[in-house]
């Protein structure tokens, strides 16, 4: 993985994370692959919520992808 393109979407969650913690939640970056798909994993409250997959779509990736437009897709990983 890219230690730059890490980064960048460690500094995109962090500005997402007061959110996600504020519910007991969290997100961790698991990988980022070739094709620019980051690969995350929901932690905490957030990782059994029942509308967690609306929270990945219309706030973390909508997130990472307007802070990081080479950003292709972001998925929830087990």
């Known amino acids: ?5 890490r980064e960048k ?5 962090n500005s997402m994370r007061p959110f996600l913690q504020a519910d007991g939640g969290d997100v961790e970056l698991v990988d980022i692959t070739d094709d620019m798909e980051v690969q995350l994993r929901l932690t905490g409250n957030c990782s ?11 706030g973390i990736e909508n997130g990472i992808k307007n802070a ?7 998925i929830a990983v087990s």
Do not use: G, Q, W, Y
């Open 1 to 5: 993985m890219n230690e730059l393109m």
């Open 9 to 13: 979407v460690e500094i995109a969650l």
């Open 48 to 58: 059994s919520c029942n509308i967690s997959h609306i929270t990945m779509k219309a």
């Open 68 to 74: 990081i437009p080479e950003i292709t897709r972001v």
